[in-house]
């Protein structure tokens, strides 16, 4: 049979009257899409074309200048500002002596404020920098007799915590024997209630007898509440460390140290 060949025009009638058959051809154009990736360098003001070597950022200054800094750069800066310690020790650590504080009778089942000769190399203030922005003067009191060490906590805020440590011993005149030790807390002005509370615990139980070096190391961990903040220039809570014992003997202590974050 003759085949007739028709386009789309008069597809739709699949026989004629001639008898012949159609076949339909269909044409599907192709269509070529054509992408392209832009990129954007956006140029920013960069101070004295410096050379950025791997692994650098750039942070603007004041002006609004770029400036390349390490990774090890930035990381140091953050943790000036977010962590750090104040160190006060003794001669015990310079081949001299600890401080002495010798409990007497009167001084029995009460707590007492120990003394501290800080040596000569023997201060290392390492704050975090708003502490030493906002007071230069990490504590005050010499740590003589009658004018103990208070470290003050001005600088920090609500988020800041903070671990003490006091390196210390006691040679106990009597047997059974117990020492407790504590931090003593001032609040800031304003606050309800406005009476000093301390965090205590009982760092020694000397069931050898007399007469022997006992050696402890308290650790005393606290947050910085709504009453011991920064409340304002000069008015921030403060803290000292004072022990209790039930028995005469010499205390000797060898450091104090407040471990901060900020």
Request: proline fraction near 3%; charged fraction near 20%; charge should be negative.
């Amino acid at each position: 049979m003759p085949i007739r060949e028709i386009d789309n025009n008069n597809a739709g009638n699949p026989l004629f009257q001639d008898g012949t058959e159609s076949v339909i051809n269909r044409v599907t154009p192709s269509t070529t899409v054509a992408r392209k990736s832009q990129e954007t360098v956006n140029e920013v003001p960069y101070l004295d074309n410096q050379s950025v070597n791997e692994g650098d950022a750039l942070v603007a200054n004041a002006d609004g200048e770029f400036v390349a800094q390490s990774l090890a750069g930035i990381i140091g800066n953050a943790t000036l500002l977010t962590q750090g310690y104040y160190g006060m020790l003794s001669g015990f650590y310079f081949g001299g002596n600890a401080t002495e504080t010798v409990i007497d009778e009167n001084m029995l089942n009460q707590f007492v404020d120990v003394e501290l000769d800080v040596d000569a190399a023997g201060l290392f203030d390492n704050r975090p920098q708003d502490m030493i922005t906002a007071q230069a003067n990490g504590h005050t009191g010499t740590g003589a007799d009658g004018d103990p060490v208070i470290f003050g906590l001005e600088g920090l805020d609500l988020r800041s915590f903070a671990n003490f440590r006091a390196s210390m011993s006691f040679l106990p005149e009597e047997d059974e024997g117990q020492l407790e030790s504590r931090l003593l807390f001032n609040r800031h002005s304003g606050t309800t209630p406005s009476e000093d509370f301390s965090i205590e615990e009982v760092s020694l139980s000397m069931q050898n007898g007399a007469d022997i070096d006992y050696v402890s190391e308290p650790m005393l961990s606290f947050f910085v509440g709504d009453t011991i903040d920064t409340n304002g220039a000069g008015d921030a809570g403060k803290c000292r460390f004072q022990i209790k014992s039930n028995v005469t003997g010499t205390l000797k202590l060898r450091a104090l140290t407040w471990y901060i974050n900020k």
